[in-house]
């Protein structure tokens, strides 16, 4: 696993939707006898060639970065080299990284700092990319060593001189046109068309800097995680405990009655089979079998069981030499949530610049991969990220 990776991209669109199935396969009988089928999930975005293939098109197009960094996981007294490729939908003859070491966000345009420092990037490479049938730039700057501790924050920016606009990494966005696509191929429905750069740069207004960052650090991976033998455990559907039966509900994405106690209860059972750590699926607050749109991070979902169920299930767990690991989901929220539904309701709320509203999005707000009842978090507003 090798260090921890402690390099942030922190406003780009990210992630896939666990409920957007590529394909169905047989699953079980209803009670009336008739076939279930249940949708058999591939991560979205590379669900099949096409969709690889779009990736593959989008992520060399326009000033990209993508959170490239060389090393990737900065020692202090390092150099880091910074990668941007610029294709062939833009004319660019100069970039410039602005960054800050002191937490700000950093601020400046063509070539000059206002918040924080500036350095030039240099065309390293031009490459053709048979995928754009066009060549592909290189580009490459190199950031000073830092002391431990330090975070560097940074974003990039290219222009073409005497007076062009200056274009922001990363655009055009790469995930949220991939996402685009991949919600369009899964639900049928018409894709937006990607925004159209032409040769001298020209963008629209609406174009925002995406804010990059890494820390600079002597963090290790716990040597156990190396060598870890992982048991994932699906709560909803792993053991009710107390001898009862699962539960049948009308829907398969409905609950099936596993607790949080029936997963202790087979700790005995999970240890004898040589693992070294348990992976639980989401066990907070959630109106959903699956868990992943929480309502409330500070509390177990009752149907999975109490507080005091997980601190048993932890503490059960160690004693025989288990490791436990949540599985947290930090980058959006379930529309059932306090904060969301304030936030929505009021656009006084303290709690608006938590989200993203706005008639660009299908719903009226950002969501995780066009998914109406999960809300993404503003990341970039700073109550969200503290």
């Known amino acids: 696993m090798g260090r921890v990776r402690r390099r942030l991209a922190a406003h780009q669109y990210t992630g896939s939707d666990p409920l957007a199935g590529a394909?169905?396969?047989?699953?079980d009988r209803a009670d009336d006898g008739r076939s279930e089928r249940i949708e058999d999930f591939i991560f979205g975005t590379f669900a099949n060639n096409d969709l690889k293939l779009l990736h593959a098109r989008a992520s060399a197009r326009g000033l990209q970065h993508g959170a490239r960094i060389a090393p990737a996981d900065p020692l202090p007294?390092?150099?880091?080299?910074?990668?941007v490729t610029v294709g062939p939908d833009l004319a660019l003859d100069r970039l410039a990284c602005y960054y800050t070491t002191d937490g700000r966000e950093p601020e400046g345009d063509h070539g000059r700092a206002s918040v924080g420092q500036a350095i030039p990037l240099e065309r390293a490479a031009v490459e053709w990319h048979p995928f754009l049938w066009g060549y592909v730039e290189r580009w490459e700057g190199t950031l000073p060593p830092q002391p431990d501790g330090t975070l560097v924050r940074y974003r990039i920016g290219g222009w073409r001189e005497p007076d062009g606009q200056e274009v922001w990494a990363?655009?055009?966005?790469?995930?949220?046109?991939?996402?685009?696509a991949t919600t369009a191929f899964f639900e049928a429905i018409?894709?937006?068309p990607a925004p159209r750069i032409g040769r001298g740069g020209r963008v629209g207004s609406e174009m925002l800097p995406t804010f990059f960052a890494y820390s600079v650090d002597r963090l290790t991976s716990p040597d156990w995680a190396r060598e870890a033998v992982v048991y994932q455990v699906f709560v909803d559907r792993f053991n009710p405990g107390g001898g009862l039966p699962f539960a049948r509900p009308g829907s398969l994405r409905g609950s099936f009655g596993g607790t949080l106690a029936g997963v202790t209860e087979k700790l005995d059972y999970i240890a004898d089979l040589?693992?070294?750590?348990?992976?639980l699926s989401p066990i907070f607050a959630s109106p959903s079998h699956h868990g992943y749109d929480t309502t409330d991070f500070f509390a177990v979902e009752p149907r999975l069981g109490t507080n005091e169920d997980l601190r048993l299930l932890v503490r059960e767990a160690h004693?025989?030499?288990l490791r436990v690991i949540l599985d947290l989901v930090c980058n959006h929220v379930s529309d059932c949530h306090p904060f969301f539904q304030e936030a929505q309701a009021d656009p006084a709320s303290p709690y608006r610049p938590w989200f993203t509203f706005g008639p660009a999005y299908p719903h009226g707000y950002r969501t995780f991969f066009n998914v109406a009842s999960m809300p993404r978090l503003n990341t970039a507003h700073p109550a969200v990220r503290d």
């Open 190 to 192: 018409s894709s937006p």
């Open 77 to 83: 007294g390092e150099p880091v080299t910074l990668t």
């Open 170 to 180: 990363d655009w055009p966005p790469v995930q949220l046109q991939i996402e685009r």
């Open 319 to 321: 004693a025989r030499g």
């Open 274 to 279: 040589g693992a070294t750590a348990l992976w």
């Open 23 to 27: 394909a169905e396969v047989p699953a």
